[in-house]
């Protein structure tokens, strides 16, 4: 690696920790009783979706934007939920306790993790309230974090 280059965080976790954060996060959510409304009895192909989001979202494969419709597909998922501030807290809650039981065991991504799902579900959460389009948050597509 030359000087100044990073190693995308997605190299360092790895996609089967990554695929199996994600598996025990979303089997949490579907049990969870402030959480689960939002996600009603699951779909077949949310973990799978999830996954390659958050891939490309640290730096791994652009199949999320590539192949499963991107940004604007994640807009509409979000669009009138109403996603509450409980809601948005325990969704944090689970998702670090999945990181914790099965994503890397450095601190420091560890917290790149937990310091995007609170962007990220600040997001869904501003999205999942919006009346028209000048409600969205300002981020509208796939974010790449550092």
Not at 83 to 107: K, M, N, S, W
């Amino acid at each position: 690696m030359a000087d100044g280059e990073t190693t995308a965080i997605f190299e360092q976790i790895g996609g089967e920790a990554l695929g199996k954060t994600v598996e025990a996060f979303y089997g949490s959510v579907l049990k969870d009783p402030v959480l689960q409304p939002l996600f009603g009895a699951g779909a077949p192909h949310h973990v799978d979706h999830l996954t390659a989001f958050l891939a490309e979202v640290f730096g791994g494969p652009t199949r999320y934007t590539d192949d499963l419709g991107g940004f604007d597909t994640l807009l509409t998922a979000h669009r009138g939920l109403a996603i509450t501030d409980d809601q948005r807290d325990r969704f944090i809650e689970l998702f670090d306790r999945a990181v914790t039981e099965h994503g890397p065991a450095d601190p420091k991504l560890r917290t790149s993790l937990h310091d995007y799902i609170v962007f990220g579900t600040e997001v869904a959460q501003v999205n999942s309230h919006a009346a028209g389009d000048d409600d969205l948050h300002p981020c509208q597509e796939v974010p790449r974090w550092p």
